[in-house]
């Protein structure tokens, strides 16, 4: 078993390195190229604008609950069961208004951050399948598979980086990497 799966990842391996010579692999980090976006910015913004509005209204609603809330501790030894009943529910229907609003926010915002960067993705596609083309890449694969995953690609040479490339196609300046310094041995 094992040498018939030596012999067939022999016989890929052979197969890729004569079909190698066919095809051309880049890379590129389409989160860097968003964060670096003009548009990531006012992106952010609106976000954080909608995002206001919503805390205001969740803060709000919260504020009226706990006098609700404080007003039935408060009374609460000389209320009828009726009445505390009553109250009972409609702080319970408060808690759940108060769920489903921060719920229905979290929603909104999400589908509003999709509706913004939806056109800003496909700009990123449009410069990748571009610089793709004019530099005869084959394939092009990210090598960003997102916050907390690992890398998709973990080594590959610079020369086959496309990403400034993709900058220059949208016309946006590509940022500057910021390099530590070299160490100097002090004089002595």
Known sequence: MKIKLFVTALTLLA?????AQSFKLGYTNIEYILQNMPDSKEIQAKLSTEKGQYDKLYQD???DAQKLLEDYQKNAASMSAVIKADKEKSLQNKQNE??????NAENALSRKQQELIAPVMDKIQAAIDAVAKEHGYTFVLNSDAGYGTTPVIL???ESDNITPLVFKKMGVEAPKEEVAAPAVAPKK
């Open 98 to 103: 108060l769920q489903e609003l921060q719920q």
């Open 61 to 63: 609603k919260l504020a």
């Open 155 to 157: 080594v590959a040479p």
């Open 15 to 19: 197969s890729l390195s004569i079909n």
